[in-house]
């Protein structure tokens, strides 16, 4: 018998725990919604198979917001009043987190592992999100430090028109400030533009020897090419928004090769690190058959921690109580993937790598 509180938390019953996540998983940025799902699933489907968290099964509910902050919003509201979710898991993007923000805040729910680097979701430490991945200012960090290095110091700086990609302006311009340095060329795109010829010209022009883009990767695989036939070899650089394994099987084979992408999890296919040598095996275990890639190894760190801190607030589940046993963690070792949370800490992971695509099938390395 599961002992339960006096008086049971919101989406806590008997025998299940009910979580919510909005996110993209149609039009042309579903591709990283669903792969982060699926590396997730993998997590979920073993836990329940196992007996739940101290009796309880994981019930996951999914809605699509096709990256649109209204829906995002409807989707939420959703959860918090039909559904009565007890917390929220992995939604999409910074604009559509943005737009929920004050429907968490007056529900009082927790939003553990947003698929977002922004800064608004860390400053100031909002202490009902918890995000684990690094932020893009660290990213595009690393990406500059990257592209200093290797004598590329005029980069352009193409960004999605809302507050993801000027969160990544941002970004970009505190990095290269910070060496005396600004961007050479700044433009902004449309969310989802499938039509950036203008863009591309103009950013050819100004003759850059980087391009940071901060887009989705339905733009980016428009920009890369068009960027190209105006004559262009300025190396192209992008953070982990993008969906790597999206961008790149959206590129045209003669135009995957050479492309930079930060990632702020491990390297996929390298099981010498013990988390991806479990993502492996429980894709292998599951007969899943997703592929190994950077979105759905993401969401198997997202997930397998949520269910460390679910086990960790004890059978009387609350939601109080699962925000106590995340801040409680302290340094956590999730298999050569360290995190750290603490009451005044809400970002796990400070871990950056760059990738490039190789060849004509874009295969990464790192």
Known sequence: MVSLPARAEVGVGPRSILIGQSAAFSGPSAQQSLEFRAGAHEVFEQVNARGGIHGRQLVM????????????????????????????????????????????EQARVPLIAPLSGAQLLRLPVNPLIFNIRASYHQEIEAIVRHLLRYGKGAIAVVYQNDAYGRDGLQGARKALASRGLRPLFEIPVERNSRDTREVARRVALALPDAVLIVSTYGTTSSFIPNLRKQGSDA??????????????????????????????????????????????????????????????????IAATLFVRALRAAGPDLTRAGLIRSIEAMGSVNLGGYRVSFSPQRRQGSDFVELTFSMGRDGAFIH
């Open 61 to 104: 509910v999914y809605r699509d917001d096709r990256l649109e902050p209204a829906l995002a919003r409807r989707n939420t509201e959703r959860f918090i009043k039909g559904d009565k979710v007890f917390a929220l898991f992995g939604y999409f993007s910074t604009p559509t987190v943005q737009a929920v923000l004050p429907l968490i």
């Open 235 to 300: 190396q192209v650089m992008t953070v982990s928004a993008v969906g790597s394994d999206a961008l790149i099987r959206s590129l045209p084979p003669e135009h995957r090769h050479g492309v930079g992408i930060s990632q702020v999890v491990p390297f996929p296919w390298n099981p010498r690190v013990p988390v991806v040598r479990d993502y492996q095996n429980a894709i292998r275990r599951n007969r899943s058959g997703i592929r190994y890639g950077f979105s759905s190894l993401e969401g198997y």
